[in-house]
């Protein structure tokens, strides 16, 4: 037992000899830490200082599925322990294809485009029109301009500036779908709506959520309302596209077959009007014919009519609901803090000071292993 504690306290020893080593050097360089640290704090202060102030809305979401079929098999699965996910029937939109919809170029475009309230503005903006003609860049934008994104300004200045791209001109009466063209400052400010708006799906739960940064707290709130009133929309126009699409067969179906069926009325009451004082043959007969024609156009007539009201309940059958558990409320407080942007600023002056220090004292020990091995270097 001795002899393993005299064998173990040497290394105890230097162990601790290392330990105090590194403190005593990073004392005797605190001068070196102490700097980095205060150059550290006062980026961190401008930092600080000059950011932008950002929101954050959340809003959560349950999409309820037409499914009794799969909801019973869930329940029978669930019962065994297996977990089958969402619910989902062959007319239903799978939830994880919300975020491809969130992330698509019309639905952003929309958003682009939506009136919004601002505190610079005196009636409710677009996006686009309130960073094109009303926002100002900070000042930490403009420093970051014309620090980092320098190379680039000077290979758009040597660069010829392209001319926006325009569609040729004709075929706009035929109806046929054309592609979506964007200006350059549309794709940029896109780009900033894609950073905005976030949809993420909880495939376990069942739970989607809808998160959206902006920066102004009534601005924030709208913006979320529209992300998911659209998304509401694009929903239910997937969902109701056949049903939509039959009804309005069925609609203008029902519609010939009323004014036929009014039309034969008419002149049926019309020629049992003249007939009514005379007896022959001929009136009775075209009396007869135009009583069957009317009483087989009343009998589609009555048959649209049903599958009529049978295709307004279908489109409303076939509506999903998106139902919502967390609504979109107006924040009251920024999502960044300065006091942890400065805290952030302040830890990395402080590491990078001791690094250097440290950096500093092994150097030399460094140096003269690779010059004493010069094997080991290789």
Same mark, same amino acid.
């Given at each position: $037992?001795?002899?393993?504690m005299n064998?173990?306290?040497p +290394?105890e020893?230097e162990e601790?000899?290392d330990?105090m080593a590194?403190?005593r ?25 000059? $950011? /932008? ?5 959340s ?6 599925m ?17 977990d $089958?996910? $969402?619910d989902l029937s062959?007319k ?8 491809q919809i #969130? ?12 009136p919004?309230? +601002?505190?610079k503005a005196?009636?409710? #903006?677009?996006?686009?029109?309130? +960073? ?27 660069? /010829?500036?392209?001319p926006?791209m325009?569609?040729p001109?004709?075929?706009?009466d ?11 400052d549309e794709?940029k400010?896109?780009t ?5 708006v ?9 739970l989607?959520?809808l ?8 601005q ?7 992300a ?6 694009e ?10 699409r039959?009804?309005?067969?069925i609609?203008?179906?029902?519609n010939e077959?009323? /004014?036929?069926a009014?039309?034969l009325?008419a ?17 009775r007969?075209?009396r007869?014919?135009i009583q069957q024609?009317?009483t ?5 007539y009555?048959d649209?009519a049903?599958?009529?009201?049978q ?5 409303k059958?076939?509506?999903p ?28 002056g402080?590491?990078?000071?001791c690094g250097?220090?440290? #950096? ?8 003269e292993?690779l010059?004493?091995n ?5």
């Amino acid at each position: $037992m001795d002899e393993n504690m005299n064998y173990n306290q040497p +290394y105890e020893e230097e162990e601790g000899l290392d330990i105090m080593a590194l403190v005593r050097q990073l004392w005797d360089g605190r001068k070196t830490v102490i700097i980095w640290t205060c150059v550290f704090i006062l980026l961190g202060l401008v930092a600080a200082l000059t $950011m /932008k102030r950002t929101y954050s809305v959340s809003t959560v979401m349950v999409p309820q599925m037409n499914s009794k079929s799969n909801s019973q098999l869930s329940s029978l699965a669930a019962l065994a322990g297996v977990d $089958m996910g $969402m619910d989902l029937s062959a007319k239903d939109l799978s939830p994880l294809v919300y975020p491809q919809i #969130v992330n698509s170029v019309p639905f952003r475009r929309e958003l682009l485009y939506t009136p919004l309230h +601002y505190a610079k503005a005196d009636s409710a #903006v677009s996006m686009y029109t309130y +960073y094109k003609e009303i926002a100002k860049p900070s000042p930490m934008a403009y420093v970051k301009k014309y620090t980092i994104g320098l190379p680039f300004l000077l290979l758009n200045a040597i660069k /010829k500036e392209k001319p926006e791209m325009v569609l040729p001109e004709g075929g706009s009466d035929d109806g046929s779908p054309k592609p979506l063209l964007l200006t350059k400052d549309e794709v940029k400010l896109m780009t900033a709506v894609a950073q905005s708006v976030n949809l993420t799906v909880d495939k376990k739960e069942g739970l989607i959520t809808l998160n959206v940064n902006g920066a102004e707290p009534v601005q924030t709130a709208e913006l979320a309302l529209k992300a998911q009133q659209l998304l509401q929309e694009e929903i239910t126009r997937f969902r109701t596209e056949k049903a939509q699409r039959d009804l309005e067969y069925i609609q203008d179906r029902y519609n010939e077959t009323k /004014k036929e069926a009014e039309s034969l009325q008419a002149a049926l009451a019309s020629i049992s009007d003249r007939s009514q004082d005379v007896i022959g043959s001929r009136s009775r007969i075209q009396r007869e014919r135009i009583q069957q024609k009317y009483t087989l156009a009343n009998a589609i007539y009555t048959d649209m009519a049903k599958q009529l009201e049978q295709a307004k309940m279908q489109v409303k059958r076939d509506t999903p609901v998106l139902t919502v558990i967390q609504p979109v409320t107006v924040p009251s407080k920024p999502s960044n803090s300065r006091a942890k942007t400065l805290i952030v600023w302040t830890f990395l002056g402080f590491v990078l000071g001791c690094g250097i220090v440290l #950096v500093k004292g092994y150097w030399p020990k460094l140096k003269e292993q690779l010059a004493g091995n010069p094997e080991t270097g290789n």
